[in-house]
């Protein structure tokens, strides 16, 4: 028997999915690799924050055997109008998932998607210390356009947030 690629498949979130996207995102808490809370955040927490992916930047889920493998969001960068054409890309992956490429997937289809979301530029803010997704965004044509160096703490260790962006269009 050969081994056979996942064929994997988005969806726009639901709000019935908000609970499982908040536990993939509270799993990543603990490795200080991937987010900058300490803490898990509730669902409730975060209910401002799926409405705000409701509109024009959206909010994606992959399913696996009826199970939310992972999402994707798309988040307007700055908050003010001139950089309306430019949005981050954030990724989170059930642990089970990881290194299947669904990773790649997700940041493939969010490159794809852009300019029917009229978005130019995607950027990605990855601690430095994050081999995994720097890697991944890296693959894909992200190119380091800044360093915050020293910005976040985690448990009592300085770390460098990477600015790494994508030009989607060339006007």
């Known amino acids: 028997m050969s081994w056979q690629p ?3 498949q988005h969806r726009p979130a639901t709000r019935a999915d908000l609970p499982r996207i908040v536990a993939i995102y509270n799993s990543t808490v603990a490795s ?3 987010t900058a809370d300490l803490e898990p955040v509730s669902v409730d927490s975060r209910e401002h924050w799926f409405a705000e992916h409701q509109g024009e930047r959206p909010l994606w889920v992959v399913e696996q055997g009826g199970q939310i493998a992972g999402w994707l969001s798309f988040s307007n960068f700055y908050g003010r109008p001139a950089y309306a054409r430019t949005a981050e890309v954030s990724i989170y992956l059930d642990e089970a998932w990881r290194g ?5 997937y997700l940041l493939e289809q969010a490159i794809a998607a852009a300019p ?6 995607l950027l990605g803010f990855i601690f430095g210390h ?10 894909f044509g992200f190119a ?12 009592g260790v300085e770390r460098d947030l990477l600015i790494l962006g994508l030009r989607i269009t060339e006007d």
């Open 6 to 8: 996942i064929s994997w």
């Open 32 to 34: 200080r690799q991937v």
């Open 130 to 139: 994050n081999q995994p997704s720097l890697a991944l965004f890296e693959r």
């Open 100 to 104: 299947q490429g669904l990773g790649r």
């Open 144 to 155: 380091r356009w800044g360093q915050l160096p020293r910005v976040a703490v985690l448990d």
């Open 116 to 121: 029917g979301l009229q978005l130019d530029t």
